[in-house]
């Protein structure tokens, strides 16, 4: 098979991403400068600040790409970039740099959904499920149950009628006093305490594969108001996620049996999730499921995810004109 090479950059949020991805799923090369600790300091992404940031690192990092993947512009088949959905000014940094180096080095060019790209970042696994598969894809601003049939096919099952699981997740953190990013924090923290210590309430809302997570927050909020820290705080962050875990993963399993599913992939920031991970891969065992979990740095925002998801397009000889443009908001 001649290699196929794609230039993937990612730049929705607070992560400057660049990835050489061969043949869409062997990653090359996969670099990311994370503005996580310049956000830290005003405990949320600040949009200009990440423009600004992105300006500064993009193309460091596309350099960096290239130098480990030890190729260079003649051996770069296309570029994809998401262009939607995420922070405008943060999406214009990566897409104006991929328009120009497009247009410089006479590269096709595919724009990408950046929960497309979470989705892809599946195929870059070391098990990558084959069609037909369920996908939960769990992130900081999306919580959505697909039923993927093949590359141009998806149902939405399911999706989050309030709170992405990524988003309770850090406003919980904050309530608990922990630090930006929150997930990871919260994740860390429930290392050492009692998943069973509160029971925070579970949104089944009866039989649907929706979610909900604007009432965990507000239970969260009270309890901590009322307790007034005589529960440690280990216990609190382990209950808590336990809760959105519980829902996350019994959907997700009733969603595969349901559908005749045979296989579950997950992808998302929230799936790097141990506590998720570890639920989840214990009743897919119990019901015969085959699961696909990236690794970390894939569930989380990374450029070979967007390289991958833009292969298919180029390898027919598509391509988006430079016009591309960028948007805020777009559902799958
Ligand atoms: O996919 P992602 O990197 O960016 C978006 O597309 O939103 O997801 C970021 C989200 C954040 O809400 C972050 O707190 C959460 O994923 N996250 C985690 C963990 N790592 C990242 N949540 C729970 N546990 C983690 N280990
Ligand atoms: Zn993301």
Redesign the pocket.
């Known amino acids: 098979m001649t290699p196929f090479r794609v230039l993937g950059i990612e730049t929705s949020?607070d992560e400057s991403a660049a990835a050489v991805v061969e043949n869409g799923d062997t990653i090359l090369s996969n670099v990311i400068a994370s503005q996580a600790e310049i956000h830290a300091r005003w405990g949320g992404v600040i949009p200009e600040v990440a423009s600004r940031k992105h300006v500064e690192n993009l193309l460091p990092v596309i350099h960096s790409a290239f130098e480990r993947s030890g190729l260079n512009w003649v051996d770069i088949d296309g570029i994809a970039v998401t262009n939607r959905p995420g922070l405008v000014g943060a999406l214009l940094v990566g897409v104006s740099a991929a328009k120009a180096l497009a247009y410089v080095h006479g590269k096709p060019l595919v724009g990408v959904h950046?929960l497309v790209g979470?989705l892809y970042a599946n195929f870059l696994a070391k098990n990558p499920p084959l069609f037909p598969f369920l996908s939960l894809i769990v992130?900081?601003?999306h919580t959505e149950l697909l039923l993927m049939r093949d590359d141009n096919t998806r149902e939405r099952l399911g999706h989050t009628l309030d709170d992405a699981a990524?988003?309770c997740?850090?406003k919980c953190a904050r309530l608990m006093g922990l630090p930006y990013?929150?997930?990871?924090n919260?994740?860390r923290l429930a290392m050492e305490g009692d998943p069973l210590a509160v029971a925070f309430p579970r949104a089944w809302l009866g039989g649907s594969y929706d979610f909900s997570f604007s009432g965990i927050k507000t239970a969260v909020a009270r309890f901590l108001k009322n307790d007034g820290g005589k529960t440690p705080l280990p216990d609190v962050a382990a209950s808590f996620q336990e809760a959105v875990v519980e829902t996350l993963v019994r959907k997700t399993i009733k969603a595969a049996k349901e559908t005749g599913m045979r296989t579950v992939a997950v992808g998302?920031?929230?799936a790097?999730?141990?506590r998720l991970a570890a639920s989840m891969r214990r009743e897919c065992e119990e019901n015969g499921l085959r699961l696909v979990i990236p690794p970390p740095v894939l569930c989380?925002?990374n450029a070979a995810m967007i390289a991958a998801a833009g292969y298919p397009r180029l390898l027919k000889g598509e391509s988006d004109p430079l016009s591309l443009d960028t948007f805020a908001v777009e559902s799958l």
């Open positions: 949020c950046h979470h992130s900081g601003g990524g988003e997740f850090d990013p929150g997930g990871p919260v994740d998302g920031g929230v790097a999730n141990r989380t925002d």
